[in-house]
């Protein structure tokens, strides 16, 4: 080989050694990014951003499981937008076939899964069907469409890519039914008060405002009378949805039990606040929660209080049940600020 032959290949060498070192440190930043990700928003966020890199995503849709293999959550976007919590997807609480998820797979063992859409060696693909599974479990399934055929290394990113958010679910999973109500998909009210005590304190140590709302369904009781609990309990899980989806990414929102439901806002002053929980009220005042062959028509009311210095969670949220105290005794399906000489 000549000398000009020879620094060619040195050069050839040397450029795949700096590609494989950028492939390797976008994947550790990937890793992390969707290690500090607890949170369906945030991984469905991450997963659309880390996908972006790749190539335009013309369609991105990510359905999470439950236990059952139904479908509780579905978080789309038709390009580069972010994904969106979609609370009225056709699939949403679908039992998922299992045999269409081994159609998608490749098993080497009983216990190893893997998308053969990313196991085929070549290129040219550009929609991609990916089951995730944790072990012999189907966590999720994850749709992908970008605007033009990956390539051979896209495609090996991508894988990376895929099991990073087969981690991040499996994670999100687990915290989930630790952390939060089975029903509505809410924090439980014990991690609730804890992070609201942190922001509490955070809050206080920066002088920066916070408001928090306390929501009660109005007559909740009469729809368990007239329809029995199964519609409640579709009622509880619809409010929760929309609850989540009208609330802002820093919102943090929980079922403190039953029929009430609380939420607080970082960095958001009452009157703020109280333009969050009107448009929760008009989600649920809006649409009626369908239960098998019956659509329930329901409102909810809000109480809004700003956190003041030397306050403690019980404070505030006791200022928050007052001023919902008020908007029950003013007829329902409304939002109230807690009065000047409460606050």
């Not at 679908?94 to 899964?113: G, H, V, Y």
């Not at 700003?306 to 001023?323: K, N, T, Y």
Request: proline share 3%.
């Amino acid at each position: 080989m000549t000398s000009v032959g020879l620094a060619l290949e040195l050069w050839r060498v040397r450029r795949r050694e700096r590609r494989a070192a950028e492939t390797f440190r976008e994947m550790q930043n990937t890793m992390h990014a969707f290690a500090e990700s607890f949170e369906s928003s945030a991984i469905a966020a991450r997963g659309h951003e880390s996908a972006q890199r790749l190539a335009p995503v013309r369609r991105f849709d990510l359905y999470l499981f439950d236990e059952n293999i139904r479908v509780r959550e579905v978080w789309s976007s038709g390009g580069a937008a972010a994904p969106v919590l979609d609370d009225v997807h056709p699939r949403l609480r679908e039992t998922i076939q299992s045999d269409l998820l081994d159609r998608l797979t490749a098993t080497e063992t009983s216990r190893s899964f893997a998308p053969l859409q990313l196991q085929e060696p070549g290129r040219g693909r550009r929609k991609f069907h990916l089951p995730l599974f944790s072990g012999s479990r189907a966590i999720g399934y994850w749709e992908l469409e970008f605007d033009a055929p990956l390539s051979r290394s896209g495609v090996e990113r991508l894988r990376g890519l895929y099991r990073a958010l087969t981690d991040a679910v499996y994670a999100e999973e687990n915290f989930r039914l630790a952390a939060r109500d089975v029903l509505s998909n809410l924090f439980l009210r014990r991690y609730f008060d804890g992070r609201l005590a942190g922001e509490i304190s955070r809050s206080s140590r920066y002088g920066h405002a916070l408001a928090v709302a306390v929501f009660d369904l109005d007559h909740f009781k009469d729809v368990n009378d007239a329809h029995g609990h199964s519609a409640g309990d579709e009622v509880i899980r619809a409010f929760g949805s929309r609850l989540q989806s009208a609330l802002r990414a820093q919102d943090i929102s929980a079922r403190r039990g039953g029929e009430e439901f609380a939420a607080y806002f970082p960095e958001t002053d009452a009157d703020t606040a109280r333009k969050v929980c009107e448009r929760v009220r008009r989600h649920v005042a809006d649409r009626p929660v369908v239960a098998g062959d019956v659509a329930i028509s329901m409102t909810v009311s809000a109480g809004i209080a700003a956190w003041r210095p030397g306050d403690s969670a019980d404070a505030v949220l006791a200022r928050a049940d007052a001023a919902l105290y008020r908007a029950k005794e003013s007829g329902r399906n409304r939002s109230i600020v807690a009065e000047p000489d409460a606050e």
